[in-house]
């Protein structure tokens, strides 16, 4: 796990929590449709802090510019949820698309907050993701994400 950026723990579960948390439309039997359903599994997931089902969401090829894999992703989760008693999310997707049948994007801008027990046992951040999926074997998988706080570079 790479340690050169201010605490990517928070920002990159809450990211892909957001995912899921944005699962919401019509009826359609397409990828965008199946899409949405991966969203809404993630969601009842990330809701049970049930890690070992989000790493399983994850490409197994996961790579992101920071240099993690799909285990160092699976290791920010288990600290996360070890660490975070609770969180609270809101979101705004920018963007959804879906290329072809097997393809997706999702760019989404996430406010934080969370308890835990630390000083005031509180924190809240605001963070900006980019997101790629792949769908594999009729599953959609996290194949890459880029991550930063509002205002700053993606990475």
């Known amino acids: ?6 605490n990517p723990v928070p920002s990159l579960v809450a ?44 490409s ?20 996360y949820f070890l660490r975070t008693n609770s969180v609270a999310l809101i979101t705004n997707i920018e963007e959804l698309n879906v290329f072809g049948d097997d393809a997706g994007e999702v760019v989404l801008t996430v406010g934080m907050a969370g308890t835990h027990d630390g000083t005031f046992g509180f924190s809240a951040d605001a963070y900006r993701f980019e997101m790629e999926l ?8 996290l194949m890459s994400a880029r991550w930063g706080e509002l205002g700053d570079e993606l990475r």
Do not use: H
């Open 1 to 6: 796990m790479t340690t050169d950026t201010l």
């Open 15 to 58: 990211g892909i929590t957001c995912l899921w948390l944005a699962a919401c439309g019509g009826p359609d039997d397409g990828p965008e449709a199946a899409l949405r359903a991966w969203v809404a599994q993630g969601q009842e997931l990330a809701e049970d802090k049930d890690r070992r089902g989000l790493v399983d969401m994850i």
């Open 60 to 79: 197994p090829a996961y790579t992101d510019g920071r240099g993690n894999s799909r285990d160092d992703i699976g290791d920010m989760f288990r600290f």
């Open 134 to 141: 792949e769908r594999q074997a009729g599953d959609w998988l």
